[in-house]
């Protein structure tokens, strides 16, 4: 799946957002569906935000090949926000409102007040809590058994994807000479952000569907956190890793999820000539 001499490339992935579908779409379980259309729903402004960070850290860099994967980086960022945009229509048009939208509006207004290299940081951060999450949506979640089309493919192709450009912020942050002490003080503070979005929206959608009062909904929390192989025990010593002086997101240790991803869903996937896609990046 992947374009020769290309870091990252940007595929079209081809879907039908807006025809009908089960509404409880993962496995029927309400914590499940509404987690990951909150993610969808907050993701089209932390995306944009993120490709904005990267292309002002790209004027204090010189390295050809960074500048090409962040371009990359850049071209996939865009293609997600598309298709999430049109993900998110269709929650709306089933009164799934984004509570958040006033208030991530209003924060994304401040966002001049942290500089480039802290914007950067913060970028940095949501791209490893992405990477612990979208690890654990491919392997544990059962999105490719039990989740319901669109938004199965959508996932699938979203989470490999971030896999695959997992390192770039990173070491794009590292070679602008960005500080350990920053890095810190910014991923406590983007973890609270990160948490605190998502989980709100979430339990705000479940509240909309007329799902917070059911002993079902809560049952499917407990086991999507705590169960086996849940998000809590899975995210925790990743993220405490990240904590540890001299971490250094690693390049290339997902090729066998990302290409089980991909593959799975090749019969939609094309490859966007890179020119093309870097223009519409831009
Ligand atoms: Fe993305
Ligand atoms: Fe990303």
Same mark, same amino acid.
């Given at each position: 799946?992947?374009?020769?001499?290309?870091?990252?490339?940007?595929?079209?992935?081809?879907?039908?957002?807006?025809?009908?579908?089960?509404?409880?779409?993962? &496995?029927?379980? #309400?914590? *499940?569906?509404?987690?990951?259309?909150? =993610? +969808?729903?907050?993701?089209? !402004? @932390?995306?944009?935000? /993120?490709?904005?960070?990267?292309?002002?850290?790209?004027?204090?860099?010189?390295?050809?090949?960074?500048?090409?994967?962040?371009?990359?980086?850049?071209?996939?960022?865009?293609?997600?926000?598309?298709?999430?945009?049109?993900?998110?229509?269709?929650?709306?048009?089933?009164?799934?409102?984004?509570?958040?939208? &006033?208030?991530? #509006?209003? *924060?994304?207004?401040?966002?001049?007040? =942290? +500089?480039?290299?802290?914007? !950067? @940081?913060?970028?940095? /951060?949501?791209?490893?809590?992405?990477?612990?999450?979208?690890?654990?949506?491919?392997?544990?979640?059962?999105?490719?058994?039990?989740?319901?089309?669109?938004?199965?493919?959508?996932?699938?192709?979203?989470?490999?994807?971030?896999?695959?450009?997992?390192?770039?912020?990173?070491?794009?942050?590292?070679?602008?000479?960005?500080?350990?002490? *920053?890095?810190?003080?910014?991923?406590?503070?983007?973890?609270?952000?990160?948490?605190?979005?998502?989980?709100?929206?979430?339990?705000?959608?479940?509240?909309?569907?007329?799902?917070?009062?059911?002993?079902?909904?809560?049952?499917?929390?407990?086991?999507?956190?705590?169960?086996?192989?849940?998000?809590?025990?899975?995210?925790?010593?990743?993220?405490?890793?990240?904590?540890?002086?001299?971490?250094?997101?690693?390049?290339?240790?997902?090729?066998?999820?990302?290409?089980?991803?991909?593959?799975?869903?090749?019969?939609?996937?094309?490859?966007?000539?890179?020119?093309?896609?870097?223009?519409?990046?831009?």
């Amino acid at each position: 799946m992947y374009e020769e001499g290309r870091a990252y490339p940007v595929r079209k992935l081809s879907l039908d957002l807006h025809a009908p579908a089960r509404r409880l779409w993962f &496995g029927g379980d #309400a914590f *499940r569906t509404h987690w990951f259309n909150s =993610l +969808s729903q907050g993701l089209p !402004l @932390a995306e944009r935000y /993120a490709s904005d960070c990267v292309k002002a850290a790209m004027a204090h860099v010189d390295d050809p090949e960074l500048l090409e994967r962040s371009r990359d980086f850049v071209g996939q960022e865009a293609t997600h926000s598309f298709l999430h945009r049109q993900c998110n229509e269709q929650l709306e048009a089933m009164g799934l409102h984004y509570w958040l939208d &006033g208030y991530t #509006a209003w *924060r994304m207004s401040k966002a001049h007040w =942290l +500089s480039w290299r802290s914007g !950067l @940081a913060l970028t940095v /951060a949501w791209e490893h809590f992405t990477t612990i999450l979208c690890e654990h949506t491919l392997a544990h979640s059962g999105i490719e058994s039990e989740a319901d089309e669109p938004y199965r493919s959508l996932w699938m192709w979203h989470c490999a994807e971030e896999l695959e450009h997992s390192a770039l912020s990173h070491d794009l942050y590292l070679a602008c000479r960005g500080s350990y002490l *920053r890095m810190l003080l910014i991923y406590l503070y983007g973890s609270m952000l990160f948490v605190t979005d998502f989980l709100t929206q979430a339990f705000f959608n479940i509240y909309q569907d007329g799902q917070l009062f059911k002993l079902a909904t809560w049952r499917d929390v407990a086991r999507y956190f705590l169960g086996r192989k849940g998000l809590f025990w899975y995210a925790l010593p990743r993220w405490l890793g990240f904590l540890r002086p001299g971490f250094r997101t690693p390049r290339g240790q997902h090729a066998a999820l990302i290409d089980a991803a991909l593959g799975a869903l090749k019969e939609r996937l094309r490859i966007i000539p890179k020119a093309h896609a870097q223009r519409s990046a831009a």
